[in-house]
Every structure is written in C-alpha cells, then in structure tokens.
C-alpha cells in the first residue's frame, strides 16, 4: 500500500489514541492518500479537499480500522465517498430518483459539472424555496427544526420541501428523461 511502510506497532498505538503514532501514521498515510485522490476524484481542484477531509477521517476513525492489512482498502474507500459526497450531499436532497434513466443520467454527470448545475437550479428558487433546502440539506436540520425556525407546520415544511426538491428536479433534468417519474 505505502512508500513509507507502517509497522504493526504505530498503527496499533495509533488505534488506541497515541498523538505521536497518529502523527506518523498520517504523515506516511498522506502520499497513499493523494494518490487515492487523484485516481478518484474527477477533478483536480477538489483534491487538497478530499485529502484533508481523509486526513480528519483517518485521525477521528483509525480505531475501527480492523487491521494493518485492511487500511488500505478502507482507505480507499473513504477517499471514494469524499470525492462522490459533493454530488452525493446535494442528490440527497433531489429524493429518490424516479427511474432508471434518472439515475444513469446523473451518474454519468461529472461533479463539478453537477455541483453547477445545482447551484444554478438553487439560485432559480423561490426564496421560500431556497431556504428549506438549504435549512435541510446544507444545515441538515430536522423537519420540526426547521418547522420551529420558519414558523410553519411539519406538515407544511415537508410540503414546501418536497415542492423545492421537485422543482430543482425539474431544472437539472434535461427534457425527455425520466418523464412522468416523481
């Protein structure tokens, strides 16, 4: 996995919670990870950002690391998902993806290009609209949190919310594709 190769000793202090092994663990990690990144990631300016966030990860999670032989692969995968989650944490909020077309569409979408796109589709929101999904899918708050915030029902901001996520829907999905799928 490593140039630098890790010895079972450093890893296993590291595992317990050891600042000095978790440093030298990073510091050897850091290569793979860049690498892992750069293979994984689309785009080249979210790079720095995935490897930072893994380095976090690493550091907050290396105890639930089974072995030294599995880092690599969990390692790996933690640096799928960080450069998957732009587009994953905004997707979140578009809801189950009606059809098969849907989903094929934007799995074949670049990430920036996405992340464009639904800039765009947000900025194109009514402000009321705007707001619950920002409340909910940027700020993660709960429906009662955000119905507490904005003065509504529950009952009301799942509408509103459900309304948005429609009409960002609408906006990303080229005509034709995943008709009459909501």
């Known amino acids: ?3 630098a190769p ?3 000793e450093v890893f296993a202090a590291a595992q317990t919670g050891d600042r000095a092994a978790l440093e030298v663990l990073l510091v050897r990690l850091r290569p793979d990870i860049r690498r892992y990144a750069r293979f994984q990631c689309h785009r080249s300016s979210v790079i720095d950002d995935v490897v930072q966030e893994a ?5 907050r999670r290396i105890g639930t690391v089974r072995n030294l032989d599995t880092l690599g692969v969990w390692l790996s995968r933690v640096v799928a998902r960080l450069c998957a989650l732009p587009a994953l ?5 578009i809801e189950e993806l009606g059809s098969v077309d849907q989903s094929a569409y934007f799995a074949r979408m670049p990430v920036d290009e996405l992340r464009i796109d639904l800039s765009r589709a947000l ?33 009301a901001t799942k509408s509103r919310l459900h309304r948005a996520r429609l009409l960002v829907r609408e906006y990303l999905m080229p005509a034709g594709i995943g008709q009459g799928h909501v």
């Open 55 to 59: 380095m976090i990860v690493v550091y």
């Open 6 to 8: 890790i010895h079972r």
């Open 89 to 93: 944490m905004l997707m979140r909020g």
């Open 123 to 155: 900025e194109s929101l009514p402000p009321q609209h705007r707001e619950i999904i920002l409340l909910r899918d940027f700020e993660e708050l709960t429906i009662s949190e955000i119905a507490s915030r904005l003065d509504l029902t529950r009952e």
């Open 1 to 3: 996995m490593s140039a």
